[in-house]
């Protein structure tokens, strides 16, 4: 049987998980020049594989949607985490399918449906428990950029659902020039914010070919896809899975979890399934 584009797309932030373990071994690469790397050299590598161009409006359709899915979303999520570590840049995450559906009702008139608005709140309740200790700090800055990364990112998502595939083009390649739109953006400001990018070592190029291929090539086009195929509200309850990722590793390493972090879990296992199994009659609010 062919995996569900759910189920499929439930990959990505799985890998998105491991991110922060990656950027540890990038450093001292900064995390714009991070977010840099990682979007121009995933969109070049599609690019190549893809060999298609934008046509007529999907010009500035792809520059906008690559702006708040990669440029804006990449480097201030980075920057976020670098301010209030990867705990609280997760809970600011965790807002965005709420964000969703506050948008949809806002601009579209569409109420949201109970089983979504259940997953939101349970999802967020269960990131809070998940990575929020004595330990969380916060920042103005950290706190501004990571709100801002969800408010583009959740923007780029229902653009990215409403407006589907260009004629003749794959989505795989509507992917790729979203990258690449997202990456030369950033080129710019990471230079200002960042300087001069540092030399890797030969030791931190297998980490980077895994940031570039597996967390964000093939992760965006798994991702992409679970968006048209299904909607961007049940696609977004996926994120929980993140940090959910991180923490496993965490424990991998032999780091003990509390009650409270269990019962975080649960409750993000519960949201994924309520939200991946929206009620027939509520399924135009998903959409």
């Known amino acids: ?3 569900s584009p759910l189920l499929l797309a439930a990959l990505a932030p799985i890998s998105w998980g ?5 950027l540890e071994h990038l450093q001292p690469v900064g995390p714009t020049s991070a977010a840099a ?3 121009l050299g995933a969109g070049l590598l599609l690019l190549a594989l893809v060999r298609q161009w934008p046509r007529g409006e999907w010009w500035w359709k792809s520059a906008l949607l690559g702006t708040l899915n990669f440029g804006l979303f990449f480097s201030t999520l980075f920057i ?8 609280l840049a997760a809970t600011l995450g965790a807002l965005g399918p709420l964000l ?3 948008f949809n009702l806002a601009a579209r008139r569409q109420p949201p449906a109970p089983a979504a608005l259940n ?12 990575v929020l200790g004595p330990g969380a700090h916060a920042d103005t800055v950290g706190l501004i950029t990571g709100v801002f990364s969800v408010v583009a990112a959740s923007g780029g998502y229902l653009l990215a659902g409403a407006w589907g595939t260009p004629p003749g ?7 790729a020039w979203q990258l690449c739109w997202g990456g030369a953006l950033l080129v710019p400001v990471a230079w200002w914010l960042d300087g001069p990018l540092p030399a890797l070592r030969p030791d931190q190029l297998p980490w980077l070919a895994y940031l570039i291929v597996i967390g964000t090539a093939l992760a965006y086009a798994l991702w992409f896809q679970g968006i048209r195929d299904t909607s961007p509200v049940q696609v977004s309850l996926l994120t929980r899975l993140s940090p959910a990722t991180a923490l496993a590793l965490d424990l991998l390493s032999g780091r003990p979890l509390g009650a409270a972090q269990w019962a975080g879990l649960g409750l993000i296992t519960v949201s994924v ?14 959409s």
């Open 169 to 175: 083009a794959s989505l795989l390649a509507l992917t």
């Open 100 to 102: 969703i559906l506050a």
């Open 273 to 286: 399934v309520i939200g991946a199994r929206p009620p027939r009659t509520a399924r135009a609010a998903y």
């Open 1 to 3: 049987m062919k995996p």
């Open 37 to 39: 790397l990682r979007a």
């Open 80 to 87: 976020s985490a670098a301010h209030l570590g990867g705990g």
């Open 18 to 22: 491991t991110s922060y373990v990656v």
């Open 119 to 130: 997953a939101g709140l349970l999802g967020l309740l269960g990131v809070a428990l998940l």
